[in-house]
């Protein structure tokens, strides 16, 4: 890494630096060799500032009806999970869980990617550097420096990071973990480890990440919460949860939800009637439960003020819209239009949210952990009341359905499975993060329950219904109420579920999908097999670091 230099050695021109940011300009040359003599740097620059420089420097960029910066990730529209690697170093190497998703990198080439990454922020004529926090607790936040050459990345980080306040701004110092985007600038390919001109580069030991070859602002949010799954377990025993969490008015009340794309994470947290802690990324310590965010980073494919009335209410001055089309006259976005991509997103802070909890923590532990899954073949029943180590078995499954027909050649549902409902940003083996969980359960004495929001009665290409979700609603209710761990159970087969016989304002027959099943008994019985034998293949990956206990909780055949 570059060593500490002496500045007036380095700049013989005798350019008097900006006196207002001496220090900083000194700083951010020492650790990164950026030229403030010939880049213009903006260090935590307004809103409105940002907005004019995206609007004139960067194609794409607009203002659309409601007054949110429309923004253009260029080529790259999603997260480039295959080209995410971690530096292979001695202080996190027998640590990280490695293999697909954790490649290693050399030292060696982190440091060519690096010099690549800085020599084109030193070709800017101007760059943006925002500081921040990630996490709200403050015994366990860390401080995070963002250097980027887009304005769009800039407020999309200024969003998504807890914003401090101008005292705490004034003593931040040096960042904890640093950031630097030159995603519009590729990586070399022939530079030993790369397998395409993309490459996001954490390294442990530096703290610091590279981005080169993308420009879709999620790498930035993600590698973040990739580098809270390490630090916060690793440094300080807190567990990193991929989830979004709320708070009834009673104390205590803490829900924690956990789910896949598409299971109603967001949709189930956000509730009029209780605060909303986070929508996405959490952390659960010995003091309670904290969100790692100071904003939200929602999906806006078919969003309507009916459906998702505080999304769509909160896409205003400040928020970015990512790769939406709209009317070039009138400025409306079409949320239907999916042209240029199927994952339009939102970046807005989370006090657009009209509910949410500031600051965004509770000293309450959760009462209540709800993984959620969409089951498209329609026999996971629609609650289930789990067992320490069925939550392990199901939370380092992941499950979720893939609908029939999203693909070319996909014909029925896809089982897909994501450790800890969060697998691409995982760095520890998913057993340690299951453990943690559950040794957390077992001392708070917290409910465990696997929710299923997808079909009843059979499956979604056999004639199978959704299940509505004014029941699943109704489920919801008796979990908060406490009613419904008080109720009276039978014994799901093949999975072991322990499954309620009544829920309130729920009807009975749907409860237990043995019983709702519309296509005949043996039918249903080929079906729970085939589910419990996909569950059993997955969990063969995971298997050697698993207690008897825990792999006994999976599906009995």
């Known amino acids: 890494m570059t060593p500490a230099v002496n500045i007036t050695k380095l700049h013989p021109k005798g350019v008097e630096p900006n006196p207002d940011h001496t220090e900083f300009e000194e700083e951010i040359y020492e650790t990164a060799n950026i030229d403030y003599t010939r880049v213009h740097i903006q260090h935590n620059p307004s809103v409105a500032s940002l907005y004019e420089d995206a609007l004139v420097y960067e194609s794409g960029s607009a203002i659309n009806s409601t007054g949110a910066l429309v923004a253009s990730s260029g080529k790259k529209t999603g997260r480039s999970p295959k080209d995410k690697r971690i530096v292979d170093e001695p202080s996190s190497v027998d640590k990280i869980w490695w293999g697909p998703v954790n490649k290693k990198l050399s030292e060696n080439s982190w440091l060519i990617n690096r010099e690549r990454a800085i020599d084109y922020l030193n070709t800017r004529s101007r760059i943006y550097v925002v500081d921040a926090y990630a996490g709200w607790d403050p015994k366990y936040r860390i401080k995070v420096r963002v250097v980027c050459a887009r304005a769009y990345h800039a407020l999309f980080m200024r969003n998504m990071l807890i914003r401090p306040t101008e005292k705490e701004l004034a003593n931040f110092g040096k960042p904890d973990f640093t950031i630097y985007n030159a995603g519009a600038f590729p990586a070399n390919r022939y530079t030993s480890g790369m397998t395409s001109n993309t490459s996001v580069d954490i390294n442990f030991k530096e703290m610091e990440m590279l981005i080169l070859g993308t420009e879709y602002a999620g790498e930035m949010k993600k590698g973040i919460f990739t580098v809270m799954f390490y630090l916060m377990p690793v440094m300080h025993n807190v567990l990193t949860l991929h989830s979004s969490a709320n708070e009834g008015p009673e104390k205590g009340d803490v829900t924690v939800f956990f789910g896949l794309s598409g299971t109603g994470k967001t949709t189930l947290s956000a509730d009029p009637h209780r605060l909303l802690i986070g929508d996405d990324e959490h952390c659960w310590s010995d003091d309670g439960v904290f969100n790692i965010e100071g904003g939200c980073?929602?999906?806006?494919?078919g969003l309507s003020a009916e459906k998702e009335?505080?999304?769509?209410?909160?896409?205003?001055?400040g928020s970015v819209l990512e790769n939406v089309v709209?009317?070039?006259?009138?400025?409306?976005?079409?949320?239907?239009?999916?042209?240029?991509?199927?994952?339009?997103?939102?970046?807005?802070?989370?006090?657009?949210?009209?509910?949410?909890?500031?600051?965004?923590?509770?000293?309450?532990?959760?009462?209540?952990?709800?993984?959620?899954?969409?089951?498209?073949?329609?026999?996971?029943?629609?609650?289930?009341?789990?067992?320490?180590?069925?939550?392990?078995?199901?939370?380092i499954s992941g499950y979720t359905s893939k609908m029939a027909g999203t693909e070319e050649g996909v014909t029925e549902p896809e089982a897909t499975f994501s450790a800890c409902f969060g697998q691409p940003f995982l760095v520890l083996h998913p057993m340690q993060y299951a453990q943690?969980?559950?040794?957390?359960?077992?001392?708070?004495?917290?409910?465990?329950?696997?929710?299923?929001?997808?079909?009843?009665?059979?499956?979604?290409?056999?004639?199978?219904?959704?299940?509505?979700?004014?029941?699943?609603?109704?489920?919801?209710?008796?979990?908060?109420?406490?009613?419904?761990?008080?109720?009276?159970?039978?014994?799901?087969?093949?999975?072991?579920?322990?499954?309620?016989?009544?829920?309130?304002?729920?009807?009975?027959?749907?409860?237990?999908?043995?019983?709702?099943?519309?296509?005949?008994?043996?039918?249903?019985?080929?079906?729970?097999?085939?589910?419990g034998s996909l569950f059993q293949n997955n969990f063969e990956t995971y298997k050697s670091r698993a207690t008897p206990e825990v792999i006994a909780a999976g599906p009995r055949l």
Not at 335 to 363: G, H
Not at 371 to 392: F, H, W, Y
Not at 438 to 443: A, E, G, L, Q
Not at 492 to 497: A, K, Q, S
């Open 297 to 301: 980073y929602a999906k806006c494919v």
């Open 309 to 317: 009335p505080d999304i769509f209410n909160s896409i205003k001055f």
């Open 326 to 395: 709209f009317n070039p006259d009138t400025r409306v976005v079409d949320y239907n239009d999916t042209t240029l991509t199927e994952n339009t997103r939102c970046s807005y802070p989370i006090e657009y949210i009209p509910n949410a909890k500031i600051p965004c923590l509770t000293n309450n532990h959760p009462t209540n952990i709800i993984l959620l899954t969409c089951d498209a073949r329609g026999v996971i029943p629609p609650i289930s009341k789990l067992t320490n180590e069925q939550v392990m078995y199901h939370f």
């Open 436 to 531: 943690m969980l559950s040794d957390k359960i077992t001392k708070h004495k917290a409910n465990a329950w696997l929710l299923n929001t997808g079909w009843i009665g059979a499956s979604v290409t056999s004639g199978g219904k959704r299940c509505p979700l004014k029941y699943t609603r109704a489920i919801l209710d008796a979990i908060h109420s406490g009613e419904l761990a008080k109720a009276n159970y039978e014994t799901f087969d093949v999975f072991g579920f322990q499954i309620p016989t009544s829920v309130p304002n729920v009807p009975a027959n749907i409860l237990n999908p043995a019983r709702s099943w519309t296509l005949g008994a043996d039918d249903f019985k080929v079906e729970v097999n085939k589910l």
